[in-house]
């Protein structure tokens, strides 16, 4: 059974910075592209960035470039999000997403999420 | 990037009712379309992708169609579980954007 836990959320002031993780299991993790996807509260989906297999290709969404970075262990079969200089516009639920098998950017499975709150 | 128009946002349903929910991209996608299920409280769940290949385990009453620009979900009979939140989202291209989502409550 595919699972993915993501970890690390929590309430940071604005200009703080964050690190999510998230740990994989039931599949073999190097097969894959991962993601970040956020949902803040009461609003839709927003896909936020996307890691290759081997962790050589890296896309992020306009709204984080330069402030996030996705990254992997894939001896660890561990996902990561380095946030910084965080934004009020920031908080959300922040899910860890597998993309299909063929690398297109369809998330065929999901985390429970981690809240972040950024808020003085 | 690919806006995705979602109509409606909202509807009210009895069980057993047929429902359809219509996305509209902004430009050509050719079939790169997913729907997804969520549920409050939950992560999404993937229903179907390449707008009408059913993800395994996903009930034969979850149908998808379109071609171009636009696209559909139908829900043939709805179930009391169906009650949920549905969202398409488009793969042609990054970034991957998402339809505002549609809210399927019970009537």
């Known amino acids: 059974e595919v699972q993915l836990v993501e970890s690390g959320g929590g309430l940071v002031q604005p200009g703080g910075s964050l690190r999510l993780s998230c740990a994989a299991s039931g599949f073999t993790y190097t097969y894959y592209w991962m993601s970040w996807v956020r949902q803040a509260p009461g609003k839709g989906l927003e896909w936020v960035a996307n890691i290759h297999q081997d962790g050589t290709e890296k896309y992020y969404v306009d709204s984080v470039k330069g402030r996030f970075t996705i990254s992997r262990d894939n001896a660890k079969n561990s996902l990561y999000l380095q946030m910084n200089s965080l934004r009020a516009e920031d908080t959300a639920v922040y899910y860890c997403?597998?993309?299909?098998?063929?690398?297109?950017?369809?998330?065929?499975?999901w985390g429970q999420g981690t809240l972040v709150t950024v808020s003085s | 990037d690919i806006q995705m128009t979602q109509s409606p946002s909202s509807l009210s349903a009895s069980v057993g009712d047929r429902v359809t929910i219509t996305c509209r991209a902004s430009q050509v996608i050719t079939n790169s379309l997913v729907w997804y299920q969520q549920k409050p409280g939950k992560a999404p769940k993937l229903l179907l992708y390449a707008t009408s290949r059913l993800e395994s385990g996903v009930p034969f009453r979850f149908s998808g169609r379109g071609s171009g620009t636009d696209y559909t979900l139908t829900i043939s009979s709805l179930q009391p579980e169906d009650f949920a939140t549905y969202y398409c989202?488009?793969?042609?291209?990054?970034?991957?954007?998402f339809g505002q989502g549609t809210k399927v409550e019970i009537k």
């Open positions: 997403a597998r993309l299909e098998v063929g690398g297109n950017p369809l998330f065929d499975n």
């Open positions: 989202q488009q793969y042609y291209s990054i970034p991957p954007t």
